[in-house]
């Protein structure tokens, strides 16, 4: 079974910058589509940006310029770099590969 687990969450005021890391416990990103989703209080879940197997990067139009998607060579963690953050940005966010979810990490922007 494997297993995702994101880290890197936690409180920032407007304008700052996080870095979320989500290790798999396999090398699964050369295999899968590798993602983050949020959930915000009240709403869906939403997808915040995507890697292709090759590397290839798309981003939901709020969050395009600010954040960025990337691996590391060894296809084991994805990481989502997030700047200049605003409030609307606090949710849970969840990476995924496959069939397979994490548990979540939060992130809170407010001043």
């Known amino acids: 079974q494997v297993q995702l687990v994101e880290s890197g969450g936690g409180l920032v005021q407007p304008g700052g910058s996080l870095r979320l890391s989500c290790a798999a416990s396999?090398?699964?990103?050369?295999?899968?589509?590798s993602g983050w989703y949020r959930q915000a209080p009240g709403k869906q879940r939403e997808l915040v940006a995507t890697?292709?197997?090759?590397?290839?990067?798309n981003y939901e139009d709020s969050v395009k310029g600010r954040f960025t998607i990337s691996r590391d060579g060894d296809m084991n963690t994805i990481y989502l770099q997030m700047n200049s953050l605003k409030p609307e940005d606090t949710a849970v966010y969840y990476c995924?590969?496959?069939?397979?979810w994490g548990q979540g990490t939060q992130v809170t922007v407010s001043s």
């Open positions: 995924t590969s496959g069939p397979w």
């Open positions: 396999e090398s699964i990103f050369r295999i899968y589509i």
């Open positions: 890697l292709s197997t090759g590397g290839s990067p």
